[in-house]
């Protein structure tokens, strides 16, 4: 009879959480954006080819972000071992979540019987990016450098940057929360229940624009009548930081979805008080990408 395992080690939301932590708190960090680089595609499994899904995306273009990857091809070290691939040293891993059914069996004291309880828990799992990968000798060297080069090919990429750009305005004009163009500042009003926004033409690029208007649609699904997220922090408070994290995420999740460029605001007190949020309770990594996931399908549902 299978029984419950006493574990003391970290939980998983802690060790994601460190994982963050300690990317956000690096004094070398580069400015999170990342151009989208139409040839590339999606983020992927370098063996399997399968594309990544849920709230992985969001992780993988933050680990991308931090660490200057360009190349959307992941793989574990368990994958990559057997074909003779190995991380290069100091190179670092990026962590994605993988759902998995737990269950044990218990003896119930009042008759005897077995009761088999059964849940799911999300499992931090560490993959590389194809670039920080080498063979360890000539001949898996060359497969590597040919698995890269057939993985690359594959992708047809999804039209020009104009094409894209189009097409992802054409997704943000759809979304249900009334927009008001003029003015410099975008944010957007709960109790108007508005997005204001500056005009196209007063940003510096079409991606910048999307980017912005994806954030302040992010924030607007928190409404009473959609997602219902407390909406009501002060600036500078925890509440409104972690809102503003929420809408971050959300923003990177919807620009990836429409293959745009996206950008995430980086300076120091953003990071200070996301830092503060996540050391503060490790827990809330899952809810918080749990709620970006949740208002980036309402803009831009995943495709099928």
Same mark, same amino acid.
């Given at each position: 009879?299978?029984?419950?395992?006493?574990?003391?080690?970290?939980?998983?939301?802690?060790?994601?959480?460190?994982?963050?932590?300690?990317?956000?708190?690096?004094?070398?960090?580069?400015?999170?954006?990342?151009?989208?680089?139409?040839?590339?595609?999606?983020?992927?499994?370098?063996?399997?080819?399968?594309?990544?899904?849920?709230?992985?995306?969001?992780?993988?273009?933050?680990?991308?972000?931090?660490?200057?990857?360009?190349?959307?091809?992941?793989?574990?070290?368990?994958?990559?071992?057997?074909?003779?691939?190995?991380?290069?040293?100091?190179?670092?891993?990026?962590?994605?979540?993988?759902?998995?059914?737990?269950?044990?069996?218990?003896?119930?004291?009042?008759?005897?019987?077995?009761?088999?309880?059964?849940?799911?828990?999300?499992?931090?799992?560490?993959?590389?990016?194809?670039?920080?990968?080498?063979?360890?000798?000539?001949?898996?060297?060359?497969?590597?450098?040919?698995?890269?080069?057939?993985?690359?090919?594959?992708?047809?990429?999804?039209?020009?940057?104009?094409?894209?750009?189009?097409?992802?305005?054409?997704?943000?004009?759809?979304?249900?929360?009334?927009?008001?163009?003029?003015?410099?500042?975008?944010?957007?009003?709960?109790?108007?229940?508005?997005?204001?926004?500056?005009?196209?033409?007063?940003?510096?690029?079409?991606?910048?624009?999307?980017?912005?208007?994806?954030?302040?649609?992010?924030?607007?699904?928190?409404?009473?009548?959609?997602? %219902?997220?407390?909406?009501?922090?002060?600036?500078? =408070?925890? /509440?409104? !930081?972690?809102?503003? @994290?929420? +809408?971050?995420? &959300? *923003?990177?999740?919807?620009?990836?979805?429409?293959?745009?460029?996206?950008?995430?605001?980086?300076?120091?007190?953003?990071?200070?008080?996301?830092?503060?949020?996540?050391?503060? %309770?490790?827990?809330?990594?899952?809810?918080?990408? =749990?709620? /970006?996931? !949740?208002?980036?399908? @309402?803009? +831009?549902?995943? &495709? *099928?």
């Amino acid at each position: 009879m299978a029984t419950k395992r006493n574990y003391d080690g970290p939980s998983p939301a802690e060790v994601l959480t460190a994982d963050l932590i300690e990317l956000m708190e690096r004094g070398d960090l580069p400015p999170w954006r990342k151009e989208w680089t139409g040839g590339s595609g999606p983020h992927r499994n370098l063996a399997t080819g399968a594309s990544y899904s849920g709230a992985n995306p969001i992780l993988l273009e933050l680990g991308s972000m931090m660490r200057g990857h360009t190349l959307p091809l992941w793989i574990g070290s368990s994958q990559a071992r057997p074909n003779g691939w190995f991380p290069r040293r100091g190179s670092k891993s990026v962590r994605i979540i993988r759902p998995q059914v737990n269950k044990y069996t218990e003896e119930c004291p009042a008759t005897g019987d077995e009761i088999t309880n059964q849940w799911v828990s999300f499992k931090p799992v560490p993959v590389f990016n194809a670039h920080d990968l080498v063979g360890k000798c000539e001949e898996s060297q060359a497969a590597l450098d040919d698995a890269i080069r057939v993985a690359t090919k594959q992708y047809g990429g999804s039209g020009s940057e104009c094409q894209r750009l189009d097409s992802a305005e054409s997704v943000l004009e759809k979304w249900c929360v009334e927009t008001q163009f003029g003015g410099s500042q975008a944010c957007y009003s709960p109790t108007a229940d508005i997005i204001r926004m500056p005009h196209a033409r007063d940003f510096e690029t079409r991606e910048a624009f999307c980017a912005t208007w994806a954030h302040e649609q992010a924030h607007s699904t928190g409404h009473s009548s959609r997602l %219902d997220r407390p909406m009501g922090g002060a600036m500078g =408070s925890k /509440a409104y !930081a972690r809102e503003e @994290l929420v +809408a971050e995420l &959300a *923003a990177v999740l919807v620009c990836y979805r429409l293959q745009i460029g996206c950008k995430i605001e980086n300076h120091a007190a953003y990071l200070k008080h996301w830092v503060e949020i996540l050391k503060e %309770d490790s827990k809330v990594i899952f809810k918080v990408l =749990s709620q /970006a996931r !949740a208002a980036a399908d @309402l803009i +831009a549902p995943e &495709a *099928a």
